[in-house]
T-cell receptor, first 115, second 116 residues
Framework: AQKVTQAQTEISVVEKEDVTLDCVYE???????LFWYKQPPSGELVFLIR??????QNEISGRYSWNFQKSTSSFNFTITASQVVDSAVYFC????????????FGAGTTVTVRA | NAGVTQTPKFRILKIGQSMTLQCTQD?????MYWYRQDPGMGLKLIYY???????DKGEVPNGYNVSRSTTEDFPLRLELAAPSQTSVYFC???????????????FGDGTRLSIL
């Protein structure tokens, strides 16, 4: 069974502050994939980042960065210098070959960036 | 490229009515999925398909049916609409993955369905 937990329900910050979203996962697969999706108020799901379980290198892409640690089963996501347009619901998700790459989603974290 | 296309975008149904939510992808993807998202919640898997002619149940399949007669299309059918099926429905697809590839699931824009 796969499970994704996003303990933070809501986060509110002032513009230009950094925001870190926590994600903890459970899986029996040895190879698996982790994702972050953004859902703005308009409702569509926007893919942000994907990480393979065999690549623990952490990266930065523009204002986004992520911290993947297999030892603690965590895949945290940080928005640096937040902007009002970052206000959205952010979902962490997990998939793997043992379940036909079905995505298991966390409950989501609502981020509100105030001007 | 159109990607994943869902129709309709919005629909209001009366209790007991039936309807089909359409999903089409033009990326020749093997895997297709239907999720529902209830207000303030994450997405839950309804049904999925690993290829034409093959479908399987997800986490919340009751009240729904699917078919996959072609690679491109994966319609979701509600036979007897109930208020509990009021939700936003997302269709998604993914090609066969390989080690080191970087494919995310491609999502449609969603169908907002209200049962009154």
């Amino acid at each position: 069974a796969q499970k994704v937990t996003q303990a933070q329900t809501e986060i509110s910050v002032v513009e230009k502050e950094d925001v870190t979203l926590d994600c903890v996962y459970e899986t029996r697969d040895t190879t698996y994939y982790l994702f972050w999706y953004k859902q703005p108020p308009s409702g569509e799901l926007v893919f942000l980042i994907r990480r393979n379980s065999f690549d623990e290198q952490n990266e930065i892409s523009g204002r986004y960065s992520w911290n993947f640690q297999k030892s603690t089963s965590s895949f945290n996501f940080t928005i640096t210098a937040s902007q009002v347009v970052d206000s959205a619901v952010y979902f962490c998700a997990l998939s793997g070959p043992s379940n036909d790459y079905k995505l298991s989603f966390g409950a989501g974290t609502t981020v509100t960036v105030r001007a | 490229n159109a990607g994943v296309t869902q129709t309709p975008k919005f629909r209001i149904l009366k209790i007991g009515q039936s309807m089909t939510l359409q999903c089409t992808q033009d990326m020749n993807h093997n895997y297709m999925y239907w999720y529902r998202q209830d207000p303030g919640m994450g997405l839950k898997l309804i049904y999925y398909s690993v290829g034409a002619g093959i479908t399987d149940k997800g986490e919340v399949p009751n009240g729904y049916n699917v078919s996959r007669s072609t690679t491109e299309d994966f319609p979701l059918r509600l036979e007897l609409a109930a208020p509990s099926q009021t939700s936003v429905y997302f269709c998604a697809s993914i090609g066969r993955t390989h080690r080191g590839s970087n494919q995310p699931q491609h999502f449609g824009d969603g169908t907002r369905l209200s049962i009154l």
